[in-house]
């Protein structure tokens, strides 16, 4: 009895003690591409980036691939190329810098050359497997005023009118 309740105490442990990825893999070809954000969950407005590793399936990660893939991120009917480089010490896998300015689903295609292989993969957060972007007032303390903009606009208009004032002086 003593060693099956040690047995699920180090299972509960483990669970506990290691990070949830969400990341989406899929088999392309002889290669197997996981994606997701670096940092999950994923908040508007502060700093992240999607990132991926594509591995054959003998898991030998495939380096170079900044050089025949190309990254675009997409939200509702905006795209954007976007720049992809190596993770520096880790052999096949991959990322690109974004600031995602608006909580929602992305997408993100990626398109090119894996070897000989023609690849065109679209990853998108719709579909559950890594996070969609939060809004930032989830994390943030204390909670921000409200900005009345008619009335910042109404003083706007009012030194304006103060300052045709003087200048026709």
């Given at each position: 009895m003593k060693k099956i309740l040690f047995v699920l105490l180090v299972m509960i442990i483990s669970a506990f003690s290691f990070p949830a990825?969400?990341?989406?893999?899929?088999?392309?070809?002889?290669?197997?591409?996981?994606?997701?954000?670096?940092?999950?969950?994923?908040?508007?407005?502060?700093?992240?980036?999607?990132?991926?590793?594509v591995e054959t399936h003998e898991?030998?990660?495939?380096?170079?691939?900044?050089?025949?893939?190309?990254?675009?991120?997409?939200?509702?009917?905006?795209?954007?190329?976007?720049?992809?480089?190596?993770?520096?010490?880790?052999?096949?896998?991959?990322?690109?810098?974004?600031?995602?300015?608006?909580?929602?689903?992305?997408?993100?295609h990626i398109f090119g050359t894996i070897g000989d292989l023609e690849v065109d993969e679209m990853f998108t957060s719709a579909d559950g497997d890594f996070s969609t972007i939060e809004p930032a007032a989830d994390l943030q303390f204390p909670v921000l005023e409200e900005v009345d903009v008619t009335a910042l606009q109404a003083q706007i208009d009012e030194l304006r009118a103060q300052i045709e004032a003087l200048a026709s002086e």
């Open positions: 990825f969400a990341h989406e893999g899929r088999e392309v070809g002889d290669y197997v591409i996981v994606f997701g954000w670096r940092i999950e969950p994923a908040y508007a407005g502060l700093y992240n980036g999607p990132e991926f590793t898991d030998e990660p495939v380096e170079g691939l900044e050089g025949t893939l190309s990254f675009m991120v997409h939200f509702g009917d905006q795209s954007k190329m976007l720049t992809l480089y190596p993770m520096s010490g880790e052999p096949g896998h991959y990322t690109a810098d974004l600031l995602p300015t608006r909580p929602g689903d992305y997408s993100f």
